[in-house]
């Protein structure tokens, strides 16, 4: 995991970086699109992402998250349910 912090810009030994932690979580929604809308409209950096975006980079966006969302979908209901991975990072600037 020290090098995804490096990835997202914070070297492991960074005196920023307090702690970090790892696990498991299951993405959960409605349908694909709907975890999509949610995680548009409500998850920050996802928010951001598509902000950043004009529109058509923001349609290839879309069906990348899409796509995701297909490929890990265990439920065979019409609904979503994935599992997924997360890094949290604490760190504090001084």
């Not at 065979?76 to 890094?87: E, N, P, R, S, W």
Request: hydrophobic share 40%.
């Amino acid at each position: 995991s020290s090098g995804l912090c490096f990835f997202w810009g914070i070297p492991a030994s960074s005196k920023w970086l307090k702690s970090h932690t790892s696990g498991r979580t299951t993405f959960q929604g409605a349908d694909q699109q709907h975890w999509m809308d949610v995680f548009c409209t409500w998850y920050g950096p996802t928010q951001k992402a598509f902000q950043s975006l004009d529109d058509t980079k923001q349609k290839v966006l879309a069906a990348d998250m899409l796509a995701l969302a297909n490929r890990f979908n265990g439920a065979d209901d019409g609904t979503l349910v994935a599992q997924g991975a997360y890094l949290q990072i604490f760190v504090e600037r001084r």
